[in-house]
Structures are given as structure tokens and as C-alpha cells.
């Protein structure tokens, strides 16, 4: 079964994050997507969602939920799911070994 990995950081702040910007939510967690865009050709989407949708697959490291739909899951599947911060900006970041090419700010791929 394709699956993803999840960073003690990311899970760590995943849960900060949830519990200051997703209150009222039962089954609170990180929802991902593969979209077509960016330089290229393909860039990832993140946003907080209310429990998993129909076709998602859930990933989970201490309480901290990540739904993916399946197709976006093909291009995820083996990558690491991290929380990074630095002086450019903080935030969740994918190691993604089926990504062939990415440009140079780090947020599109190619695979």
C-alpha cells in the first residue's frame, strides 16, 4: 500500500498548528494534494481539513493526521513529510524521491 512518512517535527508542529488554527474541527488534520502547476509542472497543496474524504488514505504520526487523495498519493508514495524553518521562511516540506526535477524555490516539482 503506498504510504508517506511523517518527521517527529512535523507531527510535533502539525498538532500546534491544528490545535491554534482548526478549532472546532472533530478529526482535524492536514490535507494534501498534487495539483498540476507551478514552474514544474506540478506543485503540492496543503490546507487544514475536518476528517478524511471520500477516497483519501490517512497517515498518521502522534495525533497528527495527513489525508491524501489517491492520485496525489502515486506521486507521494516513499516521500517524507517534514516542517522545516530557516531565515527564507518555515513550513511543511516533502522529500519526494519520484520527483525528477524541481525549480528553485522548492514549492513545484516534476516527476
Known sequence: MPSISITEKAAVKGKELITS?????????????VIGGGCSGMMYQMEFADGQAEGDET????GFRVYIDKKSLFF??????DYLEGLTGAGFKFKNPNATGTCGCGESFSA
Open 21 to 33: 488554527q482548526a478549532e472546532g474541527m472533530e478529526q482535524p488534520g492536514l490535507r494534501v494534494r
Open 59 to 62: 497517515m498518521e504520526r502522534d
Open 76 to 81: 507521494l508514495n516513499g516521500s517524507e513529510l
